[in-house]
């Protein structure tokens, strides 16, 4: 794993599903010799993470949206699907899914989302330029030292026998992609290592608890959101009696997509009430239902083809442009504690669940009066989990009612994720924040402080060559985009800080000579200060070479990449605002390919246009573009 001194390394600490779309994105983007290491601890992670390993996902765990929105190429929207129906090894598989044609608005089981990536991954370092390789490595990075001329990161690899094996590996940039973080709930205290106790319901031991458990067995499960579901799922779809109880904080039922779902952006008028100052929470949750009731009428009245079951979420997305400008009106205390109060409640506005797995749930519900099978909503406060002297566990639930016990023979702690990174106890977390290079986000704390390219701010407020993707930005997503619930992490939020991290690393790692990252930004500004005063021309031979640009770092065979990149500097030197001096003309050239990349950067991740509009937009839809 030698660098060699004419390639830069870019290091990727993490190889689930944020490391590995940002890897294929670098392999795609760069254009000259480049080495991508993915360095994952847990081999069984690889190209998938927590969320998509085999091990912790049987074939009854389905995506939590449409098959056809989990394409890793925002601009390719039904590149799963087709892979799943054409590309896919389906060896082994079981049925129904070993016969099942995927459907755009259909499930998927999401343990071949690891073969998915596995192949889109090979196929990116097959089309990689000359001199562009790929790297994977096993470890586990537990510190990183930022130098002049690179950084330094510890590397611990296990031995069979002793301490681990601890190596220092130089790179000149490295991406954060480490994923959800585990929170070790309070509650549980006294019953994490117990037989009947389920803290990871996504892990190999987890399911294996859950699949061997006796059929009239009684559970309880902490939580009533998605991870939930697939717990209650599973034990249902294995024909189990016994009581099910599912304990919430706020009572919360997520809602079942409609028939033929498609995600869609409505335009609604801003929720002006909302920028007014903030005076206290009663007051402007006030204002935010007023608002609410008004949006949701506007979309009844002037959408009828919107369901109604999906009204909500279109009034959240049409909002998220405005809602950055609200968050600054209140106070950094007042903000945190209204997302911890309605957090899960607006996680349920903005995303529902697909039939397949919500109808076994609502069934169940149905049959919550004792009857075999039978699911029940339990609201309150997990207080505690204790063992009981029967050996099973009891759970204390305190509500605004009242205090009671659950007695169960399992209890599944939902998989709670841990956003305060100042609560993290892994050693990198810990040796980042101790060295300043990473600070918690100020405003919510959740995630990290990053700069508007995704590159982490240290405790002096500056940035370095170390980038975040994923639920490290869980924050920033918050404040600088209006994203809510799990779309401030999730596969959306991955597939835009894939590119947008990719291109700035290449950028960095690629500079165009005697042109710097200062004037690339200076001459974006002025680019769109001056767009309208130039001539009709000149502003068309700009956006041709966008599309140009975008289209190539959209496109995943070599040959296409290249002949775009002919095309795209042979329009760059036919606008006609060029310098005559040909050292001048050179130096612009040089300068408009990188303005032009950050532009092109901004369309590929425009979250106001869903991808369909984004490929009509970047010329790239077909005639057969509903066809799989």
Same mark, same amino acid.
């Given at each position: ?63 939590? $949206? &449409? ?37 755009? #608005? ?75 973080? =585990? ?14 106790? $389920? ?26 959101? =998605? ?6 799922? =599973? ?9 099910? #109880? ?21 335009? %609604? @008028? ?5 920028? #007014? ?17 008004t949006a949701c009428s506007t979309v009844v009245r002037e959408h009828p083809e919107v369901s109604p079951v999906v009204v909500a979420e279109r009034v959240v997305k049409a909002w998220e442009p405005h809602l950055p400008e609200a968050i600054e009106r209140i106070p950094t205390a007042e903000l945190r504690g209204l997302l911890d109060e309605f957090g899960t409640a607006l996680a349920a506005l903005r ?18 009066d004792g009857t075999d099978g039978a699911v029940e909503l339990v609201v309150g406060r997990v207080e505690a989990v204790v063992p009981a002297e029967s050996g099973r566990l009891l759970v204390s639930v305190v509500s605004a009612e009242e205090k009671h016990a659950i007695e169960a023979d399992l209890v599944v702690s939902n998989f709670g994720r841990e956003s305060d990174y100042t609560r993290v106890e &892994? ?5 980042? %924040?101790?060295?300043?290079?990473a600070v918690p986000h100020e405003r919510t704390g959740r995630g990290l402080e990053v700069d508007g390219r995704g590159a982490l701010l240290g405790s002096g407020g500056e940035s370095g060559p170390v980038s975040a993707v994923g639920a490290l930005r869980e924050g920033d997503e918050i404040v600088r985009n209006g994203r809510t619930g799990a779309f401030t992490f999730n596969l959306a939020a991955i ?86 001096? @040909? ?27 869903? @991808?369909? &509009? ?11 573009? &509903?066809?799989?």
């Open positions: 794993m030698s660098r060699s001194g004419t390639r830069p390394r870019v290091l990727i600490v993490g190889a689930g599903l944020a490391g590995t779309a940002t890897a294929i994105r670098l392999l795609c983007f760069a254009r000259r010799p480049l080495e991508v290491v993915l360095l994952e601890r847990r081999s069984d992670y690889r190209s998938a993470g927590v969320a998509y390993h085999r091990d912790g996902n049987p074939w009854d765990y389905v995506f939590n $949206i &449409q098959a056809g929105r989990m394409s890793v190429f925002r601009e390719d929207v039904l590149d799963f699907v087709r892979w799943a129906n054409h590309e896919a090894d389906r060896g082994g598989w079981p049925e129904p899914w070993a016969g099942s044609r995927f459907v755009e #608005q259909g499930p998927a089981p999401r343990r071949i989302f690891q073969d998915y990536l596995d192949d889109r991954l090979a196929e990116a370092r097959r089309e990689a330029r000359p001199g562009v390789v790929l790297v994977e490595a096993d470890g586990d990075a537990v510190d990183l030292e930022v130098g002049p001329t690179g950084v330094d990161v510890t590397v611990e690899r296990p031995t069979p026998d002793g301490p681990p094996a601890v190596t220092v590996l130089r790179a000149d940039h490295v991406v954060l992609a480490t994923g959800l973080e =585990l929170r070790e709930p309070a509650f549980a205290s006294e019953v994490r290592t117990h037989a009947s106790f $389920i803290r990871n319901p996504y892990s190999e031991a987890g399911i294996r608890k859950l699949v061997s458990l006796p059929s009239g067995a009684d559970v309880a499960i902490v939580g009533s959101v =998605l991870s939930a579901y697939d717990s209650a799922g =599973l034990l249902l779809r294995r024909g189990h009696t016994g009581r099910i #109880q599912l304990i919430s904080r706020t009572g919360t039922l997520f809602r079942t997509y409609p028939d033929g779902h498609e995600h869609g952006v409505l335009s %609604l @008028p801003c929720p002006k009430t909302l920028l #007014q100052p903030y005076r206290n929470r009663a007051e402007f949750l006030d204002r935010v239902r007023a608002e609410w009731d995303v529902g669940v697909l039939e397949y797995t919500m109808a076994v749930i609502e069934r169940a519900l149905d049959r919550a &892994q050693p990198l977390w810990r040796n980042l %924040l101790r060295r300043g290079l597939k835009n800080h894939s590119i947008a991290v990719a291109a700035h690393v290449v950028e960095r790692l690629e500079p165009e000579e005697d042109v710097s990252s200062e004037e690339v930004s200076l001459g974006l500004v002025r680019r769109r200060g001056a767009l309208g005063n130039l001539e009709e021309a000149v502003r068309e031979g700009f956006e041709d070479a966008v599309l140009l640009e975008a289209r190539r770092m959209a496109s995943r065979g070599r040959i296409e990449r290249e002949l775009l990149d002919s095309r795209l500097d042979a329009r760059i030197r036919s606008m006609g605002d060029r310098p005559t001096r @040909p050292t001048d003309a050179a130096r612009h050239d040089r300068l408009m390919r990188a303005v032009v990349n950050r532009v092109a950067v901004e369309r590929l991740t425009d979250v106001s246009v869903t @991808p369909r &509009q984004l490929r009509r937009q970047l010329g790239m839809a077909t005639a057969g573009e &509903q066809e799989d």
